[in-house]
C-alpha cells in the first residue's frame, strides 16, 4: 500500500498542499493535521525504524514527533519542505531515545563472525538453493532487513532514507545535519556492507521492506490525535 492509498479526511483531498495544510492546522484544524498525518506517517515510521530497529518503538517514536510537530507548528517558517522538517524531529527523537538507551548498535561484520548457524546459514545460502520465487521474494524481503537491522546506525539510517524513502542527497544532508559527501560516502558503504552479506543484488523488493500498513497508520493517527484532543491543542475538528 502507498501513501497516496491512506484514507485522507474527505474535506482534504490530495489537491491541498502541504502549505495549505499547515495553514489550517495553525489555525487549530485537527481535520488539517490528520491530513498532514497520513500524508507522511509512513516516511516518519520508516525514519524511526531505521534508527531504532523495532517496529513498537518506532511507532512510539512516531506518534512522540507528531505531537513536537503539533506543537512547535507555529515555529514552521517554510525554509525547507514540511517533509525535510518533519524527518528531522523524527530523527532527533529516535536518536535521542537510543541515547538514553544506550542501546548496543550491532556491526554487520559481527553477525559475519557469529555462532549462530541460522545467522550464518541466511548469509552464505546462495540464492538458487532457496525455496520457490513466490515463497524466495518474501524470505529475500525479511532477510534484507534484518540486514538492514545490523548495519551500524550511521549508516542504517542513510541508508533508510536515500534507498527506502527515496529522499535527494542534499535532503538526508539537511535532517541528518552531515555534509552531502558524508551522505554519499555512508550509502554506497551500507550498499556495499548489504551486497557483501546477502551475495545478491539489493535492491529486490527494497521499496517494500518495513511495510506499514493502514492499521498501524490508524493507530499512530489514533494516538496522537487523542493527545492532541487531551492537551487541547486544536479549536475544532
Known sequence: MTNEEYRIPSRYSKAFSDDDLTRLAREGDSA??????RRHN???????????????????????????????LSSF?????????????TVNEALGRMRRKSAQIIPLEAAMISSDDDMQSALTEAPDHGPEQSVERVQVRALLEAHIDMLPEVFRSVFMLRAIEEMSVDEVAEVLDIPAATVRTRYFRARALLRESLAQDIDIAVGEVFSFAGERCDRIVSGVMAQVRSEGLCERD
Open 32 to 37: 488539517a493535521f490528520e491530513a498532514i498525518m
Open 77 to 89: 517558517r517554510g525554509h525547507s519542505k514540511l517533509s525535510t522538517w518533519l524527518v528531522r524531529i
Open 42 to 72: 509512513q516516511l516518519l515510521f520508516r525514519t524511526a525504524r531505521g534508527i531504532v530497529r523495532s517496529d513498537g518503538e518506532a511507532e512510539d517514536v512516531a506518534q512522540s514527533a507528531w505531537l513536537q510537530a503539533w506543537r512547535a
